[in-house]
Structure formats: C-alpha cells, structure tokens
C-alpha cells in the first residue's frame, strides 16, 4: 500500500502524507453540518459538486428550479477537473463557488469566488450569511 501511496504522490495525485483522507464533498458536508447546515450532492453534464439550498428548512434534495442555491466544487489551478469527489489536496486546489437564482433565465448563474482549500472555512462563514440574508 504504501508503495502506491508515493506513486500516486508522485504523479500529482491528490494523497497527502498521512495516506487517504476524505473526500471534498465530503469534508465539506460535513463541515457544514456541524454548523447546521445542509448541504447535497449532485451530478450533472459530468460535473460533481454541492448544492447547498438558501431554503434550508426542507427535507430531501432541494428543488433547484424555485428556490436559490450555491454550488461549491473544487478545482486546481488549472481548472482541470470541477469536483468534490477526491480529496482538496493538490497544490493550487480552490473551492469555486457559485450562486443560482433558481429561474431559468440566462443569468441565474454566478461566479461568486475562488477560495484557496485550506479556506473552507470562510466559504462556510460566507454560506452562512447568505443563508441568514441572501440579499445582503
């Protein structure tokens, strides 16, 4: 095992020192949880990330078509993936996070920003506000 470990550490892959850690999805859920806070995993056109839903007084998957949400993946520097499956370890990994209106018009879709991962919690702190005030 450890012999692939320092392969896959070698070959740019995403296992820190100290072996497998979880993944982002999951780090961040759960990160998220802990301050009360739901987050749910979503796939779609190939792409992996976290809705999380300003309406967070409802059970199950939000319904992304009435009510607004922020998607949150990680990404490294070279935008080569868009994920929260593996671990954010890489050199240059970000947390990208964007806002959707929940309308389909075309511009329901924003970036709101790029965060460093090891700053996951500023982007819950941000998750946060906006929850408590998605105007402000």
Known sequence: MAAVLERVRRSGGSVPQGGVVESAGAFAAR???ERGITAHADSAAG???LIVSHRQDTTGFPDTRTASYVLLAVHGEEFEDYTVKRAATRPGDRWHVAYHSGTESPEAVSALGLWPAGEFGAVAD???????????
């Open 31 to 33: 990160f998220l949880a």
């Open 47 to 49: 792409l992996d990330w």
């Open 126 to 136: 941000w998750i946060a506000r906006w929850i408590a005030d998605p105007q402000g």
